[in-house]
């Protein structure tokens, strides 16, 4: 770390167990991080979450799953922050913001981080410092102290095991997310049908809309080139050898597809969305969020997939230099120290 100084970080999450999305990964990896630096961590969350933490991590179960107006889960986090006497205590997500806003106490700082575009960002203002993980959130808060570090990665290797087996010799597509409609996947089975460009698409990923959109590929008789394979523990090793991975979300924090296909130098066509926008060359963006939108980026871009390639080198070269787990967790202690001395 750039400073010498070991500090003690208690991260909450205020998620009520189950889901395990792209907030709670980012909060275990940088939890990890930090105590491979030598800093204290303790993760305070649903118990559910206990299997997904080391035992680098000391993890504290928390009731989260109560309202964040509950006083009994406030007197809960309050005497259990008194006992861990934090240098940091730091809120992922607004409901976390919401509970630890005003705990802060003489000698620590309070630091939310913003993983997605919102109405209202009410909950952070009364935190001494606010992360956000892309310009688009950035631009959105009116908090004087906030600092924009991107999402990063520890990628998995090519070697590890994939959940389902990988395309053989065919050129393939690929696109990483839940089956939910925030990520529009049926316009993006709607735009592929109806190209019939010469790649599969293979959707990875489970969710709500799983059903729905397995009936849309046989409505449109796609069956035989767009695939929903379920859930991949390593989209790495995927995006490794794929021809492009697509993002066809309505809106977005920051996409950990995104992340991960540019580690893998795997090219990228999105839909204008926070992430894509900060790192993604203009011709590689739809212009708007929609199905035509989406559609005619597919039908110029896959037309060319190598010039597409040669288009985004910059940015696989920057992902290897800034998008990595280690530039996140160090710019992350930065703004700890800078808060601190204030």
């Known amino acids: ?116 575009t919102k109405s209202s960002h009410k909950d952070f ?38 959940t389902h087996p990988i395309p053989g010799a065919q050129a393939f597509a690929v696109a990483v997310g839940r089956l939910e409609p925030v990520k529009q996947f049926s316009n993006l089975i709607s735009a592929w049908a109806a190209l019939k460009p010469p790649l599969s698409l293979y959707i990875l990923g489970d969710g709500s809309e799983a059903d729905k959109l397995k009936a849309q590929i046989q409505r449109l008789g796609a069956e035989s080139f767009i695939k929903l394979p379920g859930y991949e523990d390593n989209p790495t090793a995927w995006l490794q050898q794929a021809s492009v991975c697509v993002i066809s979300s309505e809106r977005e924090g920051f996409p950990y597809a995104l992340i991960e296909a540019l580690l893998a130098r795997c090219p990228v066509l999105s839909t204008p969305v926070n992430g894509a926008l900060d790192l993604l060359p203009a011709e590689s963006l739809a212009t708007a969020t929609g199905l035509n939108a989406l559609q005619t980026l597919l039908s110029v871009q896959l037309a060319d997939p190598g010039s597409l390639r040669k288009s985004q080198e910059a940015c696989f070269e920057h992902a290897s230099r800034e998008l990595t787990l280690k530039a996140m967790a160090n710019r992350t202690a930065d703004f700890y120290y800078e808060l601190l001395c204030k």
Not at 90 to 103: E, F, V
């Open 1 to 116: 770390m750039s400073a010498p100084q070991r500090l003690t970080v208690a991260q909450l999450i205020a998620t009520p167990g189950g889901n395990w999305g792209g907030m709670e990964k980012h909060t275990a990896d940088l939890a990890e991080e930090l105590a491979r630096c030598g800093h204290k961590v303790h993760v305070l969350a649903h118990p559910d979450y206990r299997h997904r933490f080391s035992h680098t991590i000391n993890f504290h179960p928390l009731p989260v799953q109560w309202g964040r107006r509950n006083p009994l889960l406030k007197l809960r986090l309050r005497q259990m922050l008194r006992k861990l006497s934090p240098d940091v205590l730091h809120a992922q997500g607004s409901k976390a913001a919401a509970l630890i806003s005003g705990m802060g106490a003489h000698g620590n700082i309070t630091v939310g981080t913003v993983h997605g």
């Open 125 to 162: 203002c009364k935190l001494d410092g606010v992360i956000a993980v892309s310009k688009g959130i950035q631009q959105a808060l009116s908090h004087p102290n906030t600092k924009l570090i991107h999402n990063g990665i520890k990628p998995q290797g090519s070697g590890a095991k994939t």
